[in-house]
Structures are given as C-alpha cells and as structure tokens.
T-cell receptor, first 109, second 117 residues
Framework: GQNIDQPTEMTATEGAIVQINCTYQ??????LFWYQQHAGEAPTFLSYNVLDGLEEKGRFSSFLSRSKGYSYLLLKELQMKDSASYLCAPLDSNYQLIWGAGTKLIIKP | GAVVSQHPSRVICKSGTSVKIECRSLDFQATTMFWYRQFPKQSLMLMATSNEGSKATYEQGVEKDKFLINHASLTLSTLTVTSAHPEDSSFYIC?????????????FGDGTRLSIL
C-alpha cells in the first residue's frame, strides 16, 4: 500500500532550526513535494525533490533519499508565521499526490 | 504566477440545497484540476481529477451523482454538491496544473468552507 509517516506535532523556538522528517512508501515514485498549510487555509507549495540530495530555497531546505524512502524539510531562523502544518506528499507512478496528515509545527517565542 | 482563484470562500445553507463552487486558473491554462475535501485535523482527500473537455475521474467512494464536476474550459472547473446534507460540511479545495510534465506542483485555490445546517 501507499503510506506516509510524519510526526504529528513538533514544537520549536523562534529563531531556531527545526527538521521535519518524512518516510514514505508509494507505488512508483516521481518526486516528492512539501507544502505548508496554515490552519483554515489551503496548502501552498514549498519545494519539490526528484533527485537525491538537498534543495535549498531561502530559509527552507528539503532533502531526499530515494533509496531510503526518506525526506526532510529543514526550516531555519524560525519565525512565528512559520507555525503551520507541513505536508510531505510523494508523487506515485500515476503522478498522483499521496497526502498524509502532515506535521503541525508550533513556534514559541 | 500560477494563481488559482476559488469562489465562494464560505457557504452556509440549509440541508437539501445544491451548492456550486468555482475554481479558476487566472494566469495559466489548467489542463488538469483536482478537487479535494478536508475534514478538521485530517489529510487532504482527493475526490476527483478532471481534465478539460472530458469526464472527471472520481476516487473510490465518492458519489459522482452527488458531486458533479464540470471542466468546460482550460481556466474553469466547477464542483456542485447536490442536495447537500450536514455530513457534507467540510473544507473543499481545488488545485490545478498546466500542460507539461505530471510532476508540476499543484497550485491551490483558497478553499471553500461549506456548512450545511
């Protein structure tokens, strides 16, 4: 079957760094997306990885290891506005996004 | 770029009413649009995938006669919830991708919060 495993909730301090891990099992693989979703809002696109390695985009970086079925999202210099859910969504062989429940990140002052 | 507009943002109506939700791609041609439903604290659930000019493909367990999807143009898809009941109350979100590879990011509308009394 298809499965996504992320921590349900994480807490971090403003200005710090946090890493949100994701392991996945899919029928085929065509890359992996990370989305941010604030409470009551639709998701917004953060990053896409299809090759192994680290993709850096400002304060956010995303890493992928295809052989391990593993990805992480790294958030640096945390700001209060980063409080949101972070969704790891791999793309299966049919180019369909597989969604998990996401990780709720709570930023404390 | 890649802006998707969804309307209305919130609907409150009586049981038995039909509700239409519009999803428009404002600055690109959306060859494929997706309709999701999300209950509180749960993951996005794909309801259906629609390609312009063809019938939507519904996910297992989604009633196609209850959730009517029309994708008549490259910039507009509509979802009509027919004879809505309280259990249909949810957050409905559309997303769209343009032509090209299937690994493009989906761009989401702002969602529609539907409350059936």
């Amino acid at each position: 079957g298809q499965n996504i495993d992320q921590p349900t909730e994480m807490t971090a301090t403003e200005g710090a760094i946090v890493q949100i891990n994701c392991t996945y099992q899919t029928s085929g693989f065509n890359g992996l997306f990370w989305y941010q979703q604030h409470a009551g809002e639709a998701p917004t696109f953060l990053s896409y990885n299809v090759l192994d390695g680290l993709e850096e985009k400002g304060r956010f970086s995303s890493f992928l290891s295809r052989s391990k079925g593993y990805s992480y999202l790294l958030l640096k210099e945390l700001q209060m506005k980063d409080s949101a859910s972070y969704l790891c969504a791999p793309l299966d062989s049919n180019y369909q996004l597989i969604w998990g429940a996401g990780t709720k990140l709570i930023i404390k002052p | 770029g890649a802006v998707v507009s969804q309307h209305p943002s919130r609907v409150i109506c009586k049981s038995g009413t039909s509700v239409k939700i519009e999803c428009r791609s404002l600055d690109f041609q959306a060859t494929t649009m997706f309709w999701y439903r999300q209950f509180p604290k749960q993951s996005l659930m794909l309801m259906a995938t629609s390609n312009e000019g063809s019938k939507a493909t519904y996910e297992q367990g989604v009633e196609k006669d209850k959730f009517l999807i029309n994708h008549a143009s490259l910039t507009l898809s509509t979802l009509t919830v027919t004879s809505a009941h309280p259990e249909d109350s949810s957050f409905y979100i559309c997303s769209a991708i343009g032509s090209g590879d299937g690994n493009q990011p989906q761009h989401f509308g702002d969602g529609t919060r539907l409350s059936i009394l």
